[in-house]
T-cell receptor, first 114, second 115 residues
Framework: EAQVTQNPRYLITVTGKKLTVTCSQN?????MSWYRQDPGLGLRQIYY???????DKGDVPEGYKVSRKEKRNFPLILESPSPNQTSLYFC?????????????FGNGTRLTVT | GENVEQHPSTLSVQEGDSAVIKCTYS??????FPWYKQELGKRPQLIID?????GEKKDQRIAVTLNKTAKHFSLHITETQPEDSAVYFC??????????????FGDGTTLTVKP
C-alpha cells in the first residue's frame, strides 16, 4: 500500500532531550516536507526537500533539523526540544514539487514537551 | 506556493444544505489550486484540485470554481452530510516555479454539518 509512515504517533519528552521523528514513503516521491499544526495557526511548513541531499527552510525552521540521505526517508530532528515545540507534526511527500502534484500526508505525530 | 486568504474560518450548515469556502490569492500567474480535507484526528487528504486551464471541476457532490480575473477559487459542497464535517485547507501554486518547494496553506475552514 502506497503510504507515508511517521513514527512515533505520540511522544512525550522533557525540555532539552534530543529526539527524532521518522518519516518514510514508499512511493518513490522526490519531494518531502514537514509541517506543524497548532490550533488557530493552520499548517505551517518547517523544512522541505526537493530530492536526496537537497533540503531547505520553510516558514518555521527554528529549532529543527532535517536530513535527506535516502529518497524514502526524511527524519525531523529536535536537538533541544522546548515546550513551544509541543504540536502536531505531519510529514508529507509528493511525486514532484507540490506545485505540480498533490501532497500525501502521514498520520501525524503528537509531540508534548514538558 | 503563495499566500492565500481563506474564508470563512468556521462554517455551520444544516444537513442537506450547500457549503461554500473561498480562497483568494495574489499572484495572477498561479495555476494549480488543490483542496485538502482533514477529519478530526486524521491527516489532511486531497479531495479535489483544479488547474487554471479550466474554470470548474466537479467530483460528485464536490466542485471547485476558479475566477482568474478576480483571483479567487471556491470549494462547493452540495447536499452536505455529517461526514463532510472537517477542516478544509486550500493552496495556490505556480507550476512553472522552479523554486516550488515552499508550500503554504490557507488557515483552514472548520465545517460543521448539523444533522
Amino acid at each position: 500500500e502506497a503510504q507515508v509512515t511517521q513514527n512515533p504517533r505520540y511522544l512525550i519528552t522533557v525540555t532539552g532531550k534530543k529526539l527524532t521523528v521518522t518519516c518514510s514513503q514508499n512511493m518513490n516521491h522526490e519531494y518531502m516536507s514537514w509541517y506543524r499544526q497548532d490550533p488557530g495557526l493552520g499548517l505551517r511548513q518547517i523544512y522541505y526537500s526537493m530530492n536526496v541531499e537537497v533540503t531547505d527552510k520553510g516558514d518555521v525552521p527554528e529549532g529543527y533539523k532535517v536530513s535527506r540521505k535516502e529518497k524514502r526517508n526524511f527524519p525531523l530532528i529536535l536537538e533541544s526540544p522546548s515546550p513551544n515545540q509541543t504540536s502536531l507534526y505531519f510529514c508529507a511527500s509528493s511525486l514532484l514539487a507540490p506545485n505540480n502534484s498533490p501532497l500525501h500526508f502521514g498520520n501525524g505525530t503528537r509531540l508534548t514537551v514538558t | 506556493g503563495e499566500n492565500v486568504e481563506q474564508h470563512p474560518s468556521t462554517l455551520s450548515v444544516q444537513e442537506g444544505d450547500s457549503a461554500v469556502i473561498k480562497c483568494t490569492y495574489s499572484d495572477s500567474a498561479s495555476n494549480y489550486f488543490p483542496w485538502y480535507k482533514q477529519e478530526l484526528g486524521k491527516r489532511p487528504q486531497l479531495i479535489i484540485d483544479i488547474r487554471s486551464n479550466v474554470g470548474e471541476k466537479k467530483d460528485q457532490r464536490i466542485a471547485v470554481t476558479l475566477n482568474k480575473t478576480a483571483k479567487h477559487f471556491s470549494l462547493h459542497i452540495t447536499e452536505t452530510q455529517p461526514e463532510d464535517s472537517a477542516v478544509y485547507f486550500c493552496a495556490a501554486y505556480l507550476t512553472s516555479d522552479t523554486n516550488a518547494g515552499k508550500s503554504t496553506f490557507g488557515d483552514g475552514t472548520t465545517l460543521t454539518v448539523k444533522p
